[in-house]
């Protein structure tokens, strides 16, 4: 017994620092879209008048050069309301030409507050903790108990995939999703797809898609605690005299008619609520019909195309509120 000990012991040590010590170091050493977002964002925390919040769809969806005053985007993948708040409070006395806050909401952003996996990307990217969680065992091993192993080996493979593929070719250091142009930059945070994918524009794509956030809403039993969180934000901003801004982006016309109807109705209730209560802009493009197949990657993330177009829209209507 003894004997076994001992050999499983040493299995584990020479494990450990043949695959779990070097692992941990790259993964520490990983450049990722939020720590770029945030790096920029000191970088012109200055020049910030506009900061614009939310998840992909606000990520992909809003072009901050096409405003007409300084923008930036800080939305990012699956990001909640939770994290939109606690990212903008964290760098908000950094902000100080900070006048307008876009929090992007979704028929389904008042009904969750975490990100899933994404948590822990925020975590090592932004030092945001989900409802103030400890992450002894990530800080211990990112590899074993952050990523996890199967997302480690992936991370490792894109990156040796990507240095063999572009060689001495300037590219993107950090992890994108399929669509998005390695040889494209972030530019005030944002970056997207480009084109269109024809094989995300389905009948049984478009139910999947709506199904999905359709089980998230039912099965949560959050709404009230983050619209309490989202009220505390707002009041947060006005008295600092920061304007927030909810808005919704275009979702593709065919897709949205797979969209609970009683979602959409609660969803268009609670933000009624809200911004009359505060006095503020609630601009839902969500079913925007200026928006076609050609404007979309996928049936609700916008491609270069039509986050250009939207993010003009945006800017008319701020223009508009500007001049009264």
Excluded at 73 to 92: C, E, G, M, V, W
Excluded at 138 to 165: A, M
């Amino acid at each position: 017994m003894r004997k076994f000990t001992f050999s499983l012991l040493f299995f584990l040590l020479i494990f450990a620092v043949l695959v779990v010590f070097p692992f941990d170091i790259f993964l520490r050493n990983m450049n990722s879209l939020h720590k770029e977002k945030v790096r920029g964002l000191l970088n012109s925390k200055d020049s910030i008048q506009i900061l614009i919040l939310g998840n992909s769809h606000a990520n992909y969806g809003v072009d901050p050069v096409q405003f007409d005053i300084y923008a930036y985007n800080l939305a990012n993948l699956n990001q909640s309301l939770y994290f939109d708040k606690r990212l903008t409070l964290r760098h908000i006395d950094s902000l100080s030409n900070l006048r307008y806050v876009f929090i992007n909401v979704d028929h389904h952003s008042l009904h969750t507050s975490s990100q899933g996996l994404w948590d822990i990307w925020s975590y090592y990217g932004n030092g945001i903790n989900y409802k103030e969680r400890i992450y002894l065992l990530e800080d211990l091993s990112p590899f074993l108990f952050g990523f996890k192993p199967k997302i480690s080996l992936s991370l490792l493979r894109t990156s040796i995939s990507n240095h063999l593929r572009y060689k001495n070719e300037k590219i993107l250091d950090f992890k994108v999703e399929n669509g998005i142009n390695l040889r494209d930059s972030l530019i005030n945070g944002f970056i997207t797809f480009e084109g269109t994918n024809d094989k995300l524009f389905s009948e049984s794509h478009y139910i999947n898609r709506a199904d999905y956030f359709s089980k998230l809403i039912s099965s949560s039993d959050e709404n009230q605690e983050i619209k309490n969180d989202l009220e505390d934000f707002i009041i947060i901003l006005l008295s600092r005299g920061i304007q927030p801004i909810l808005f919704s982006v275009p979702n593709y016309s065919e897709y949205r008619k797979f969209i609970s109807r009683d979602d959409l109705f609660k969803y268009n209730a609670d933000l009624s609520v809200i911004s009359k209560k505060y006095d503020i802009e609630f601009w839902d493009h969500s079913d925007d019909p200026l928006f076609v197949r050609s404007d979309f990657y996928d049936c609700d993330h916008l491609n270069k195309t039509g986050a250009a177009k939207f993010s003009r829209i945006l800017n008319l209507r701020l223009v508009e509120i500007e001049n009264d």
